[in-house]
């Protein structure tokens, strides 16, 4: 392999973010003069779409309760729109169905989408839920249900064909992407804290600007980089000082094997992305058997490139010291980290107590075929989009990344001179601060 000896700029991870930046960092210097995306070399050390971007579920939407999250989802939403095709975007909608103990949260998120002008409609009550589903739906039959937010933008991509379609823009902008290239260790400058060059698995390359965008391995470039590993958190007015910055969750997706086709509305459309969260009790379609009578969660969508209705529950935590998470082989290849017959049996099940379609249909589970993922998470389960060692721009999206297609754009902004307003709630020094993002009711952490 030819490895370039230097770069003005090297991009560390092809997922949506690495991809993402080096596209909207090409256009911006082409547009200014001030160079061109052969200044931008990204590197990464399997493939594009080796990530997390690889195998999300794709859903975007804005259903945020943290006014800073909801802003930024709403400019990457107008990105996924800019190109729909080669994005490989479908732009159904998405829908938050939520009992009562969230309904207050989710009324002000419907709020608030109406004052940044985000399209969506709001039903409280029981009764009036249930008629607006089962006006999409004949067949809705979900228990527990108090309001039903409907945002009539976002929906989800595919996962694979999305990361092409981005890395296929960057490359007719000149940037070079080169695979199975894994950066080992940094040098830094000897009168400063930068990052002067990056030894990889295929030599070393001088560099003046890094972006690092390696989603789950955030923690081992954060080693590597010699940041903290424990940090000061404020939280609601004490003050911890040793706070682990990073810790894994995993994703439990799948995918039940029906034709994705018998999932559409009433009037014969694709239906918008469906996240139900009821504390309604979950009995097995299996058995019978109570799965819970807590809070839960589901969302789900018919998708043709996962063949099938796909979707995901709620992820559960891992105990482990984040150096020691077995992150390699990633995703669907991992032997420790992919769903297993809880999961199954509890997502098919809400799948059943959601929509009489999927009823009986739990053995049509797609088990040959293994879902789910690692995700690293911040201490607040919210991004960190920061500058470090002077010269090292890390994207650390806490999960909540493939929608974010907008960030890469306004990190080229910001790696251009041009300070983003959007990106300031999620600077570094927040934990010490304690301006933390605020919390919802919801069963998930990146809610
Ligand atoms: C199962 C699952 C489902 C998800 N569903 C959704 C969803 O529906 N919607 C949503 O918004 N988000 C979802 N997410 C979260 C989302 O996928 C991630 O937040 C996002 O994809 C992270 O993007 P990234 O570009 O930072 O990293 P990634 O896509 O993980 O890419 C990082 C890349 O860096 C490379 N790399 C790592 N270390 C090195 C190194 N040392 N040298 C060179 N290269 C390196 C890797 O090979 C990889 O290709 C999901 C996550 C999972 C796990």
């Given at each position: 392999m030819m490895l370039p000896q230097a770069t003005k700029y090297a991009i560390i991870g092809a997922g949506i973010h690495g991809l993402s930046t080096a596209y909207h960092l090409a256009q911006m210097l082409k547009a200014t003069g001030k160079g061109s995306g052969a200044d931008i070399l990204v590197v990464d050390k399997t493939a594009i779409a080796a990530?997390?971007?690889?195998?999300?579920?794709?859903?975007?939407?804005?259903?945020?309760?943290?006014?800073?999250?909801?802003?930024?989802?709403?400019?990457?939403v107008d990105v996924w729109e800019s190109d729909a095709k080669t994005y490989s975007y479908h732009p159904v909608g998405y829908m938050q169905i939520s009992p009562e103990c969230m309904r207050e949260d989710v009324g002000s998120i419907y709020e608030q989408q109406k004052a940044i002008g985000y399209e969506s409609v709001f039903i409280e009550g029981a009764g009036a839920s249930a008629k607006y589903m089962q006006g999409l739906f004949d067949d809705w039959q979900a228990q527990g249900i108090t309001s039903v937010l409907h945002e009539k933008r976002g929906g989800y991509a595919n996962n694979k064909a999305s990361m092409h379609g981005l890395a296929a823009k960057a490359e007719a902008e000149g940037v070079r992407i080169l695979s199975g290239v894994e950066v080992k260790s940094f040098e830094f400058g000897s009168n400063s804290g930068a990052v002067t060059a990056l030894n990889t698995n295929h030599g070393r390359i001088d560099c003046e600007t890094v972006v690092v965008g390696v989603g789950p391995w955030v923690n081992k470039i954060w080693n590597l980089l010699e940041l903290p590993k424990e940090i000061t958190v404020k939280a609601n007015g004490v003050v911890r000082p040793d706070v682990p910055m990073w810790k894994f969750w995993c994703l439990e997706e799948g995918t039940l094997g029906v034709d994705p086709e018998m999932h559409r509305t009433n009037d014969g459309r694709f239906p918008p992305v469906l996240h139900v969260d009821t504390d309604a009790p979950l009995y097995s379609d299996r058995d019978g058997k109570l799965i819970t009578d807590k809070l839960w969660g589901i969302y789900y969508k018919p998708d043709f490139s996962f063949g099938g209705v796909q979707g995901g529950a709620s992820p559960y935590k891992v105990d482990q010291d984040p150096d020691q998470v077995a992150i390699d082989p990633y995703g669907p290849d991992s032997p420790e980290f992919v769903v297993g017959e809880d999961f199954i049996d509890m997502w098919c099940s809400a799948l059943a107590h959601c929509q009489k379609r999927f009823q009986g249909q739990m053995p049509l589970y797609k088990r040959e075929e293994n879902s789910g993922g690692l995700g690293c998470f911040t201490p607040d389960n919210f991004p960190v989009f920061d500058v470090f060692r002077e010269n090292v721009y890390v994207i650390a999206d806490s999960n909540h990344g493939y929608k974010m297609i907008g960030v890469g754009k306004l990190v080229a902004q910001e790696l251009m001179g041009e300070k983003s307003a959007l990106l300031e709630p999620f600077r570094f020094a927040r934990f010490a601060k304690g301006e933390l993002h605020p919390t919802s009711h919801s069963p998930f952490p990146w809610s």
């Open positions: 990530g997390a971007s690889g195998i999300a579920c794709g859903v975007v939407r804005n259903n945020y309760f943290q006014p800073a999250m909801r802003e930024l989802m709403a400019h990457s």
